[in-house]
C-alpha cells in the first residue's frame, strides 16, 4: 500500500482518520498501515496533537446583550415616518413655542374678571339683614314712644 | 423596532408547499430549500420572528467563528452584530442559491478577513496574554490545578492562538470552519468560493504549518 504522506488524497485520509470523520473501512486501513509505517505514525500523532491543543482554546460565552445592541442598531437604521421628520423640526422652535404658550398664559391671567365683581358673600347677606331687623325694631319703638290719644269725663 | 418579537411555535410551522403558496410569486424549487433559508424567505416576506429564530441558532457559531478569526471578544461581538445586520439589510433581496449557512459565512468570513486586513481588530499582545484568564479567579490550594499549572496552561493557550493567528487569512478561516465549525470540505469550499481541491491543498497547508508550530506542545 502507498503510503498516505504521499499525497493529498492520503493526507486527506489521514486527517479525516484523526478528527475521526473517516469511515470503519478507512479506519482499518489506515490503521493496519500505520503499523508498518512509521512515517503515517508520526504525521498521526502530530496532527492529533494539533486537534487536542485547539480543542483547549474555548471561546467565551457571548454577552447576554447582545441581541439587544443588534435589535437597536436595526431601529437605527429604520426609514422613519414622514410625520416624525415634521415633528424633528418643529423641535427646533422649541424657544418660540415657550414664548407663545407664555403669552396665552399671560391672556388667560388678563381675562379673568376683576375684584369688584366677586359675588357677596354670606357674611354681607347675614349684615343686610341683621341691619333691616334692627330698622324694624326701630320703627316699632318708635311707635310705642308716639303720644298716645287723650281718655274720656269723670 | 418592536421589540424583540416572539418566536412562533410547532403549530406555526408550515410545510415546504404551504410556504409556497402563502408567497407569491416563489419558485418550484423553493420547496426543496432547508429550513434556514426557509426563515430567510419569510424574513424577506416581512416575518421579524423568523429573524429572531435565525439570530438565535446561529449566535452562538458566528460569534465563536469570529472569536477565533479575530481572537478578542469584543470585536468578534462587533462583527458578529455586523453580519446579522447585513444579514437583516439584504433580507428583501435574498434568495436561496445556496444554503444558508454558506451565504452566512460567507459575510462572516468577509467581515473577518477586512477587519484583519484593516486592522481595526484590538488584538494585541495585551488581549493575547489576558485571554485565558481573562475574568477568572486562580484557585490554590483547593485541589484544582496548582497557580503555576493555570500559568502553563495560559502559556499553552497562548501559544496555540499564536499559531492560528499567524496563519494566512484563508488558511485561517479554513482551520476554524474545519475544526471549530465541523464544516466538510465542500460547505467550506463552497463557503470560499473556491474549489474542493483548492481548499484541501489549503487546508492541508495550514494544519502542516500547525503541526510544526506546536509539535512541541504535543
Known amino acids: 500500500m502507498t503510503c498516505f504522506t504521499k499525497n493529498d488524497n492520503g493526507t486527506e485520509i489521514l486527517l479525516d482518520y484523526c478528527s475521526a470523520t473517516a469511515s470503519p473501512k478507512v479506519v482499518t486501513a489506515v490503521e493496519a498501515h500505520a503499523q508498518a509505517c512509521q512515517q503515517c505514525r508520526d504525521l498521526i500523532a502530530a496532527q492529533r496533537g494539533v486537534f487536542e491543543s485547539l480543542d483547549q482554546w474555548q471561546a467565551p460565552e457571548v454577552s447576554a446583550n447582545f441581541d439587544q445592541r443588534l435589535y437597536a442598531r436595526i431601529a437605527e437604521q429604520r426609514p422613519q415616518p414622514f410625520w416624525t421628520a415634521w415633528f424633528n423640526g418643529i423641535s427646533l422652535w422649541k424657544p418660540a413655542l415657550a414664548g407663545g404658550l407664555a403669552c396665552a398664559a399671560l391672556a388667560l391671567v388678563l381675562l379673568m374678571p376683576g375684584p369688584h365683581e366677586v359675588p357677596r358673600t354670606d357674611a354681607s347677606k347675614r349684615i343686610e339683614h341683621v341691619d333691616m331687623d334692627q330698622v324694624e325694631q326701630a320703627l316699632e319703638d318708635l311707635d310705642l314712644l308716639a303720644p298716645q290719644p287723650a281718655a274720656g269725663p269723670m | ?218
Open chain 2, 1 to 218: 423596532m418592536p421589540d424583540r418579537p416572539q418566536p412562533f411555535t410547532d403549530s406555526r410551522v408550515e410545510t415546504d408547499m404551504e410556504v409556497a403558496a402563502a408567497l407569491p410569486g416563489m419558485r418550484p424549487e423553493v420547496r426543496e430549500v432547508e429550513h434556514d433559508a426557509q426563515l430567510m424567505l419569510r424574513v424577506r416576506a416581512g416575518d421579524d420572528s423568523s429573524f429572531a429564530l435565525l439570530l438565535d441558532k446561529h449566535r452562538r457559531p458566528v460569534v465563536h467563528f469570529l472569536y477565533r478569526m479575530v481572537q478578542n471578544q469584543a470585536v468578534s461581538e462587533e462583527l458578529a452584530q455586523e453580519v446579522f445586520l447585513r444579514v437583516y439589510r439584504s433580507r428583501e433581496r435574498y434568495e436561496p442559491t445556496a444554503k444558508f449557512t454558506t451565504w452566512l459565512y460567507r459575510i462572516c468570513t468577509h467581515v473577518a478577513l477586512n477587519s484583519i486586513r484593516d486592522g481595526k481588530n484590538e488584538k494585541s499582545q495585551k488581549s493575547l496574554d489576558n485571554g485565558p484568564l481573562e475574568g477568572r479567579e486562580i484557585q490554590v490550594d483547593d485541589g484544582r490545578p496548582s497557580t503555576e499549572q493555570e500559568l502553563l496552561n495560559q502559556a499553552r493557550l497562548c501559544e496555540i492562538r499564536a499559531a492560528v493567528d499567524a496563519l494566512p487569512g484563508k488558511q485561517r478561516v479554513a482551520v476554524v470552519m474545519h475544526k471549530f465549525e465541523g464544516m466538510d470540505y465542500a460547505s467550506i469550499a463552497r463557503t470560499l468560493e473556491c474549489s474542493e481541491s483548492a481548499l484541501k491543498s489549503l487546508l492541508f497547508r495550514a494544519y502542516e504549518t500547525l503541526r510544526g508550530r506546536l509539535a512541541h506542545l504535543v
